[in-house]
C-alpha cells in the first residue's frame, strides 16, 4: 500500500476539491448561503441544524444526499483511510524504530490510527443522511448527536494526521 501513497493522495486530493467545489458552488446556494452541517468543525447547534435543513427543504435535502451522501462522501472516508494509512507507512518506514517492526505490526498500527476516524465519518455521514431525509426526526437529541459526530470526526482525523507530520518531521531530521 505504501508504494500507492502519492497516486492514493493525488486521488483525495482531487476528490476533497469536487467535494469542496460542490459545497460552496452549489449547496451553499440550496440553502441560502448557509454551510453543510458536514464540514462544520466545531460543530453546530441544534437550532443552526435545524436552520440548514428547513433552509435547504425537501428538495435540496434530495440533492444533498444524491450528489454528496450517495457519491462523493460515500467513497470520501474509505479513501481518505486508504490514504492516511499509506502515508503512515511511508514515512514511518524512514524511522529505524518503525520499521524494525514487523509489516503486519506496522499495518496494524497504521489501521488503528486511522479506523476510528473512518467510523466516526461513516457514522456521522449517516446520521445527517437521516436527517435529511426524514426531515420530521430532526429534533434537538438528534441534531446534537450529528453535531457531535461531526466533531468527534474532525478530531480522531486529526490523530493520523499529527502522526504524519511527526513521522515526516523525524524522517527529515535523520536524513
Known amino acids: 500500500m505504501s508504494r500507492h501513497a502519492a497516486a492514493l493522495s493525488i486521488a483525495s486530493i482531487a476528490l476533497f476539491l469536487a467535494m469542496t467545489a460542490l459545497e460552496f458552488l452549489y449547496f451553499q446556494r440550496l440553502s441560502g448561503g448557509l454551510a453543510s452541517l458536514d464540514i462544520r468543525v466545531a ?6 441544524g435545524m436552520a440548514w435543513l428547513t433552509a435547504l427543504g425537501q428538495r435540496g435535502g434530495e440533492i444533498i444526499i444524491v450528489w454528496h451522501y450517495l457519491t462523493f462522501d ?4 474509505a479513501l481518505l483511510s486508504l490514504t492516511l494509512v ?3 507507512l511511508v514515512f514511518g ?44 426526526s430532526a429534533n434537538p437529541d438528534s441534531l446534537a448527536f450529528a453535531s457531535l459526530l461531526t466533531v468527534t470526526k474532525f478530531a480522531l482525523l486529526a490523530i493520523p494526521v499529527f502522526v504524519i507530520a511527526v513521522f515526516a518531521l523525524a524522517g527529515q531530521r535523520r536524513r
Do not use: K, W
Request: glycine share 2%; hydrophobic share 55%.
Open 74 to 77: 460515500l467513497l470520501f472516508p
Open 43 to 48: 460543530g453546530f447547534t441544534p437550532d443552526e
Open 93 to 136: 518506514r524512514r524511522l529505524s524504530t518503525f520499521r524494525a517492526m514487523s509489516a503486519q505490526l506496522q499495518a496494524l498500527f497504521a489501521l488503528v490510527l486511522v479506523l476510528p476516524y473512518a467510523v466516526a465519518d461513516y457514522a456521522q455521514n449517516f446520521a445527517v443522511a437521516r436527517l435529511l431525509s426524514d426531515f420530521q
Open 86 to 88: 499509506s502515508l503512515i
